[in-house]
């Protein structure tokens, strides 16, 4: 997807408010997985973030607290999908657990695909294959 199409959308998705505290307004795009590892601007690989650059607001937030980030979805590793890893953001229905999807929706993460995907991801970890 183009850069200013995947902004449109992601400014309808987020309603303008940042993503991940919900408290302040959204200003810049945070891809997931970076552009520098094969980051799309695909909407699953992006975040509506408040703060400027990578220093503050929830943007230097994630890029100052790595093991935070990738924790709570807000940025992910190589190389994992960001389509196929949820992330914990501020929604109308609170800060839940959500798939974001490439269409420009979000839907919150069932229990049991929230709990099966963690002992996934700690099989994987056991075996070395991460």
Same mark, same amino acid.
């Given at each position: 997807? @183009?850069? !200013?199409?995947?902004?449109k959308k992601l400014l309808n998705r987020s309603g303008g408010r940042c993503e991940v505290c919900g408290l302040r307004p959204?200003?810049?795009? /945070?891809h997931r997985k970076n552009r520098s590892q094969g980051g799309t601007w695909?909407?699953? *690989?992006?975040? %509506?973030?408040? +703060? %400027? !650059?990578n220093r503050d607001g929830c943007h230097g937030l994630i890029h100052q607290n790595p093991e935070t980030a &990738?924790? *709570? !979805?807000? =940025?992910?590793? /190589?190389?994992?999908n960001p389509a196929e890893m949820p992330a914990w953001l501020t929604t109308e229905h609170g800060r839940? &657990?959500?798939?974001? %999807?490439?269409? +420009?929706?979000? =839907?919150?993460v069932a229990l049991p695909e929230l709990v099966y995907g963690a002992? @996934?991801?700690?099989?994987? &970890?056991?075996? +070395?294959?991460v």
């Open positions: 997807m @183009k850069p !200013g199409l995947a902004r959204a200003r810049e795009a /945070q695909d909407l699953s *690989n992006l975040l %509506h973030v408040c +703060g %400027h !650059g &990738y924790a *709570n !979805g807000w =940025s992910v590793r /190589q190389p994992r839940i &657990y959500v798939w974001l %999807h490439d269409d +420009g929706t979000a =839907s919150p002992l @996934k991801a700690e099989r994987i &970890y056991e075996r +070395g294959a």
